[in-house]
């Protein structure tokens, strides 16, 4: 049973950066894919990035990517997301999420469904 612990929201000015933690325990942590998700209220949850279990291949929302980074550290069974530039409409509950059936594929995909494993959210606020 995997369980995902995500750290690190907090409340932020418009431009700065911060970085979400994803601590997993439980199975083969360097075998699935993790993304993160983000969700504000009365909207869907929405697809952030993903990264799969060898660190080789990621993939972004188009509109995210050259802020954002996502990353992981197999070692300490962590994945991280690095937000940079952050605006108004970045603020949100970020949710880190495991796809445990990636392996071997190492595919990513960007529906909610497909994830096994959700950590509990953590909020981020980007004031003006």
């Known amino acids: 049973q995997v369980q995902l612990v995500d750290s690190g929201g907090g409340l932020v000015q418009t431009g700065a950066s911060l970085r979400l933690s994803c601590a997993a325990s439980?199975?083969?942590?360097?075998?699935?894919?993790m993304s993160w998700f983000r969700q504000t209220p009365g909207k869907e949850r929405e697809f952030v990035a993903g990264?799969?279990?060898?660190?080789?291949?990621?993939y972004y929302l188009p509109a995210l990517r050259g802020r954002f980074a996502i990353s992981r550290d197999n070692a300490r069974n962590t994945a991280y997301l690095q937000m940079n530039g952050l605006k108004s409409e970045d603020t949100a509950v970020y949710f880190c999420a495991a796809d445990v059936d990636a392996w071997p594929s190492g595919s990513i995909s960007t529906a909610t469904d497909r994830y096994d494993a959700w950590g509990q959210g953590s909020p981020v606020t980007v004031s003006s």
């Open positions: 990264i799969n279990g060898g660190a080789d291949t990621t």
């Open positions: 439980g199975g083969t942590f360097s075998s699935y894919t």
